[in-house]
């Protein structure tokens, strides 16, 4: 079974700087790509950041400048470093790995349980 497990997320002051953590276990070929995603209250789940297996990055407007993804193949884990942080930035962040259980078959969505992160103004 595949896990996702984040921590990093808390509570931190406009200007402020998170570095948010998600590592997957279990048995599996690979993983594709991976990112993070956010949901608000009363909004839908947006996706933040993304990284591909070979190193590409793709970020939200939202957020572009201020946040860095990265990923440790060899560790299966996914970062990423928001810096400049605003009161909208307040959200349930999620991990999400898209997770080849054999090498042949087709990649499937795996969930972390998400991780509060609050900016205060």
């Known amino acids: 079974q595949v896990q996702l497990v984040e921590s990093g997320g808390g509570l931190v002051q406009a200007g402020g700087s998170l570095s948010l953590s998600c590592v997957t276990s279990g048995r599996f070929a690979s993983i594709d790509a991976m990112g993070w995603y956010r949901q608000a209250p009363g909004k839908q789940r947006e996706l933040v950041a993304g990284i591909t297996s070979g190193g590409n990055t793709n970020y939200s407007d939202s957020v572009k400048g201020r946040c860095t993804i990265s990923r440790d193949n060899a560790k299966r884990m996914v970062n990423l470093q928001m810096n400049s942080l605003k009161p909208e930035d307040t959200a349930v962040y999620y991990c999400?790995?898209?997770?080849?259980?054999?090498?042949?078959?087709?990649?499937?969505?795996?969930w972390g349980q998400g991780t509060q992160v609050t900016v205060s103004s």
């Open positions: 999400n790995a898209r997770v080849r259980i054999r090498s042949f078959s087709g990649p499937q969505d795996y």
